[in-house]
């Protein structure tokens, strides 16, 4: 028997290795058009980032070895052109340009996918832009990097090379930016689980733009100009907009594809040709659960399939049942993993439930708090699921995926019995978690609304009610929420009957107890599934310029090194309400001025423990993080530090602060003159608008609102241009006299004022509360204001020579 294998690396390196083993009298000649024959193609991005410090270490076999280890013939750099089925012959050719024949009792097909390079004006003439699928890529690449000192990079696409390449390019020292056409990163998880990746990726300091694509590259590559007509300077692209299957020869041999390209077969792996298999990234499988036709590049099953062939070849059983795309990404310091399909894929009737449980038992150092999606029908086939966390989003996606294979019911996940220690697991795992709370819902036990859903409850009445602890309610709620903790809830069903409610705490562990007792009371009620965790994760805003290195300092520029903290609280692998109630209960033995340190592993944390000490008026002094450990630097109160040499209080007259508290033109216009002046001569600027001052950096935006909000919606102005003068506004004839007048004397308007205060790097600052009180939401607010409460702005004005209210 004669085998000729077209293509190495997973799929024809694993089938020629396999078949040797079987069969040692079989003729085996391997064409592979690269150089390198088996290669860990994985592991390329790690190179270039030097996490992987040997290039030798990403060749799994030399030509030499294959051919002796296994007594095969390889021919790399040699390209097969041609297949002649009738006559069961290839053609082949090699760099030198030597050309010949090779004739095959069956042959295997494993060319694999190339990357997508689009016909974007400007691409061909452009010498710094690069695809990764091979070791000379990686080689140019590094090359590329080194030679021209390289000091930004872009790379575009969000899929699994993408954010591998964005992460080593980024450690490399390199200013990067990612660009994604669609709504989210990673395809293969659903939008609110790639939320939690987007907030990740902007904390490391990498600008990401979602919903915009590359138009046209100018100036030999060193410009990309995006569809929305923005100009990004980059001194090195990487494209990583997906792959496809190399079916050239399966095409012009007549082989059957599919409508995506991929080469069709059948579940052993057999093309339209009895005599030809194909495997790996070319082929056309079937989806395991769907049972639908798809491409699944991915190197477990190209593994997988050319050894399944081997066995075929030599009279052993052997079936595809189908791919479940199993698969995991490192993303900095989060995993995310996933098996089986996601939502976006699945229509009808089906259920979904997020968790946040931890990695191993919360006690045991190093425990980090996961956030995991489990999509599962109503007859308990499991559908899918989603993992990402910090650690251990691997094994309970693979115990899952696992699960799918063996068809186990979702609420069989509840009866696993899988290790457990301390440093390893929890007593009852995220899986076992899964399958417990499936339960409860199949035999309705508890009701679930999704965070997609919580406006549609809130026109619906119902009321959401936050069980979680007071503490934990200033770190962030619903918008509306009322606050009653679980342990108050009884005493308050009076005021609940004959309502709707819906209830949630930080991850609705909580909020479940609470559904019992109102649900056992003839209450109708309903929990939030994932709980303010998921919503608030689903709810992230993209930061509208670069973003900032992971969490910047909120008011104090302070060395960590000198300080000397009153207490320490290690809240390591705590979950919800253990740190912040460290924090708060902390907070009162100290007195204003003194500083907490905090340890924790839940980079949730992080943001909220800002938010907190923002309602709470003590000030968060910086974060830093280590091994994934995070620690949190609180101050009590105002911004004066006592170390053990001296009383520091800062005092500095190089800034000035403005409250605005008018929405009238004429006002709003000495504001800026004010503000940009200062800043002119070099002072620091905050401007804090409040009340009827909104109205300035107010825009007009589509929102969904209440009756109330839509009360104060009507009586105030619809953006900038609307204003009206403090006095003679005649119906706003007034201002429109004073816009002909300052227009005749060409002094600028208010919009090119803004403007030119925004240029002047002045902040602006709305008012958290106003804004609640007056109904405007985030998105009325003009690019580039942030939202901040009086601490904020206290913050700037204690530094602050001039404080001024207009």
């Given at each position: 028997?004669?085998?000729?294998?077209?293509?190495?690396?997973?799929?024809?390196?694993?089938?020629?290795?396999?078949?040797?083993?079987?069969?040692?009298?079989?003729?085996?000649?391997?064409?592979?058009?690269?150089?390198?024959?088996?290669?860990?193609n994985c592991g390329l991005p790690y190179y270039i980032g030097g996490e992987i410090a040997e290039r030798d270490a990403l060749?799994?076999?030399?030509?030499?070895?294959?051919?002796?280890?296994?007594?095969?013939?390889?021919?790399?750099?040699?390209?097969?052109?041609?297949?002649?089925?009738?006559?069961?012959?290839?053609?082949?050719?090699?760099?030198?340009?030597?050309?010949?024949?090779?004739?095959?009792?069956?042959?295997?097909?494993?060319?694999?996918?190339?990357?997508?390079?689009?016909?974007?004006?400007?691409?061909?003439?452009?010498?710094?832009?690069?695809?990764?699928?091979?070791?000379?890529?990686?080689?140019?690449?590094?090359?590329?990097?080194?030679?021209?000192?390289?000091?930004?990079?872009?790379?575009?696409?969000?899929?699994?090379?993408?954010?591998?390449?964005?992460?080593?390019?980024?450690?490399?020292?390199?200013?990067?930016?990612?660009?994604?056409?669609?709504?989210?990163?990673?395809?293969?998880?659903?939008?609110?689980?790639?939320?939690?990746?987007?907030?990740?990726?902007?904390?490391?300091?990498?600008?990401?733009?979602?919903?915009?694509?590359?138009?046209?590259?100018?100036?030999?590559?060193?410009?990309?100009?995006?569809?929305?007509?923005?100009?990004?300077?980059?001194?090195?692209?990487?494209?990583?907009?997906?792959?496809?299957?190399?079916?050239?020869?399966?095409?012009?041999?007549?082989?059957?594809?599919?409508?995506?390209?991929?080469?069709?077969?059948?579940?052993?792996?057999?093309?339209?040709?009895?005599?030809?298999?194909?495997?790996?990234?070319?082929?056309?499988?079937?989806?395991?659960?769907?049972?639908?036709?798809?491409?699944?590049?991915?190197?477990?099953?190209?593994?997988?399939?050319?050894?399944?062939?081997?066995?075929?070849?030599?009279?052993?059983?052997?079936?595809?049942?189908?791919?479940?795309?199993?698969?995991?990404?490192?993303?900095?310091?989060?995993?995310?993993?996933?098996?089986?399909?996601?939502?976006?894929?699945?229509?009808?009737?089906?259920?979904?439930?997020?968790?946040?449980?931890?990695?191993?038992?919360?006690?045991?150092?190093?425990?980090?708090?996961?956030?995991?999606?489990?999509?599962?029908?109503?007859?308990?086939?499991?559908?899918?699921?989603?993992?990402?966390?910090?650690?251990?989003?691997?094994?309970?996606?693979?115990?899952?995926?696992?699960?799918?294979?063996?068809?186990?019911?979702?609420?069989?996940?509840?009866?696993?019995?899988?290790?457990?220690?301390?440093?390893?697991?929890?007593?009852?795992?995220?899986?076992?978690?899964?399958?417990?709370?499936?339960?409860?819902?199949?035999?309705?036990?508890?009701?679930?609304?999704?965070?997609?859903?919580?406006?549609?409850?809130?026109?619906?009445?119902?009321?959401?009610?936050?069980?979680?602890?007071?503490?934990?309610?200033?770190?962030?709620?619903?918008?509306?929420?009322?606050?009653?903790?679980?342990?108050?809830?009884?005493?308050?069903?009076?005021?609940?009957?004959?309502?709707?409610?819906?209830?949630?705490?930080?991850?609705?562990?909580?909020?479940?107890?609470?559904?019992?007792?109102?649900?056992?009371?003839?209450?109708?009620?309903?929990?939030?599934?994932?709980?303010?965790?998921?919503?608030?994760?689903?709810?992230?805003?993209?930061?509208?310029?670069?973003?900032?290195?992971?969490?910047?300092?909120?008011?104090?520029?302070?060395?960590?090194?000198?300080?000397?903290?009153?207490?320490?609280?290690?809240?390591?692998?705590?979950?919800?309400?253990?740190?912040?109630?460290?924090?708060?209960?902390?907070?009162?033995?100290?007195?204003?001025?003194?500083?907490?340190?905090?340890?924790?592993?839940?980079?949730?944390?992080?943001?909220?423990?800002?938010?907190?000490?923002?309602?709470?008026?003590?000030?968060?002094?910086?974060?830093?993080?280590?091994?994934?450990?995070?620690?949190?630097?609180?101050?009590?109160?105002?911004?004066?530090?006592?170390?053990?040499?001296?009383?520091?209080?800062?005092?500095?007259?190089?800034?000035?602060?403005?409250?605005?508290?008018?929405?009238?033109?004429?006002?709003?216009?000495?504001?800026?003159?004010?503000?940009?002046?200062?800043?002119?001569?070099?002072?620091?600027?905050?401007?804090?608008?409040?009340?009827?001052?909104?109205?300035?950096?107010?825009?007009?935006?589509?929102?969904?609102?209440?009756?109330?909000?839509?009360?104060?919606?009507?009586?105030?102005?619809?953006?900038?241009?609307?204003?009206?003068?403090?006095?003679?506004?005649?119906?706003?004839?007034?201002?429109?006299?004073?816009?002909?007048?300052?227009?005749?004397?060409?002094?600028?308007?208010?919009?090119?004022?803004?403007?030119?205060?925004?240029?002047?790097?002045?902040?602006?600052?709305?008012?958290?509360?106003?804004?609640?009180?007056?109904?405007?939401?985030?998105?009325?607010?003009?690019?580039?204001?942030?939202?901040?409460?009086?601490?904020?702005y206290l913050g700037d004005a204690e530094k602050s020579g001039v404080n001024l209210f207009i």
């Amino acid at each position: 028997m004669k085998i000729v294998i077209v293509g190495g690396v997973a799929g024809g390196a694993s089938f020629a290795a396999r078949m040797r083993r079987l069969n040692e009298d079989a003729e085996i000649v391997l064409f592979e058009k690269g150089e390198y024959v088996s290669f860990a193609n994985c592991g390329l991005p790690y190179y270039i980032g030097g996490e992987i410090a040997e290039r030798d270490a990403l060749l799994l076999q030399s030509v030499e070895q294959m051919q002796n280890k296994f007594n095969m013939k390889v021919h790399n750099n040699t390209e097969v052109t041609k297949i002649n089925r009738a006559e069961k012959n290839i053609e082949f050719k090699n760099i030198n340009g030597k050309s010949g024949k090779e004739s095959y009792d069956y042959l295997i097909l494993s060319p694999g996918a190339s990357p997508i390079k689009p016909p974007i004006s400007g691409i061909n003439e452009a010498s710094n832009i690069f695809t990764l699928r091979t070791v000379p890529d990686t080689d140019e690449i590094k090359s590329f990097i080194e030679k021209n000192n390289a000091k930004t990079a872009t790379v575009v696409g969000g899929g699994f090379i993408g954010l591998e390449m964005m992460e080593n390019l980024k450690n490399l020292g390199l200013e990067t930016t990612l660009v994604e056409m669609s709504d989210q990163v990673m395809a293969p998880i659903d939008f609110e689980m790639a939320q939690e990746l987007h907030e990740h990726i902007e904390d490391k300091g990498v600008r990401l733009i979602l919903n915009d694509g590359v138009s046209e590259f100018k100036d030999s590559g060193k410009t990309i100009v995006l569809s929305s007509k923005e100009e990004i300077q980059s001194d090195i692209t990487i494209l990583a907009i997906g792959v496809k299957p190399e079916n050239k020869l399966a095409v012009e041999s007549g082989l059957e594809v599919g409508k995506r390209g991929g080469i069709v077969v059948d579940s052993k792996m057999k093309t339209s040709d009895e005599f030809i298999f194909a495997v790996g990234d070319a082929v056309e499988v079937e989806h395991f659960i769907s049972k639908e036709k798809t491409q699944i590049a991915l190197a477990g099953p190209a593994n997988y399939q050319g050894r399944m062939v081997a066995d075929i070849l030599n009279g052993l059983n052997g079936e595809y049942d189908g791919s479940l795309g199993s698969s995991i990404a490192k993303v900095f310091d989060l995993q995310a993993a996933s098996t089986g399909l996601n939502e976006k894929s699945l229509s009808g009737d089906y259920n979904i439930i997020h968790l946040h449980p931890v990695n191993h038992a919360a006690y045991y150092p190093g425990s980090f708090p996961m956030h995991l999606k489990v999509i599962f029908d109503n007859d308990e086939k499991i559908l899918g699921a989603q993992c990402v966390a910090l650690d251990g989003a691997d094994k309970v996606i693979d115990t899952i995926a696992t699960a799918i294979y063996a068809g186990l019911k979702v609420t069989e996940l509840k009866n696993l019995q899988l290790a457990y220690a301390p440093p390893f697991n929890a007593a009852k795992t995220p899986a076992n978690f899964a399958g417990y709370v499936a339960e409860n819902i199949l035999n309705n036990k508890v009701k679930f609304i999704q965070y997609s859903e919580v406006e549609e409850y809130k026109n619906k009445d119902y009321i959401f009610v936050d069980v979680s602890e007071k503490e934990e309610f200033n770190m962030g709620h619903v918008e509306g929420s009322i606050n009653i903790p679980l342990g108050e809830l009884r005493n308050h069903l009076d005021e609940l009957k004959d309502k709707k409610v819906v209830l949630y705490c930080r991850v609705s562990l909580r909020a479940y107890i609470g559904y019992r007792i109102l649900t056992q009371n003839n209450i109708e009620a309903i929990v939030l599934d994932g709980g303010y965790k998921t919503y608030q994760i689903a709810n992230y805003k993209l930061k509208s310029k670069k973003a900032a290195e992971t969490v910047k300092k909120e008011i104090l520029d302070l060395d960590i090194n000198n300080i000397n903290a009153s207490i320490k609280i290690n809240a390591c692998g705590l979950q919800c309400p253990g740190p912040i109630t460290r924090v708060y209960n902390s907070i009162q033995e100290i007195e204003d001025g003194e500083i907490i340190e905090v340890l924790v592993t839940d980079i949730g944390f992080t943001k909220d423990i800002a938010a907190w000490c923002k309602t709470t008026k003590n000030t968060l002094i910086d974060i830093v993080e280590e091994d994934k450990v995070y620690k949190a630097y609180v101050m009590k109160g105002s911004n004066e530090i006592k170390t053990n040499s001296e009383n520091r209080v800062f005092e500095t007259h190089d800034s000035v602060t403005i409250v605005v508290f008018s929405g009238e033109l004429d006002k709003a216009m000495a504001a800026f003159i004010i503000g940009t002046g200062a800043a002119s001569m070099g002072k620091k600027v905050t401007m804090f608008f409040t009340f009827w001052g909104l109205s300035i950096i107010k825009k007009k935006a589509d929102v969904d609102k209440m009756f109330m909000e839509k009360m104060f919606d009507t009586m105030l102005p619809e953006d900038i241009n609307k204003l009206g003068l403090s006095k003679m506004n005649m119906g706003g004839l007034g201002s429109k006299m004073m816009k002909k007048v300052m227009k005749e004397k060409n002094v600028d308007d208010l919009p090119t004022l803004m403007n030119n205060a925004k240029e002047l790097g002045i902040k602006f600052i709305a008012c958290s509360m106003s804004m609640d009180v007056m109904g405007i939401k985030e998105e009325e607010l003009v690019d580039g204001v942030e939202i901040g409460g009086v601490a904020t702005y206290l913050g700037d004005a204690e530094k602050s020579g001039v404080n001024l209210f207009i």
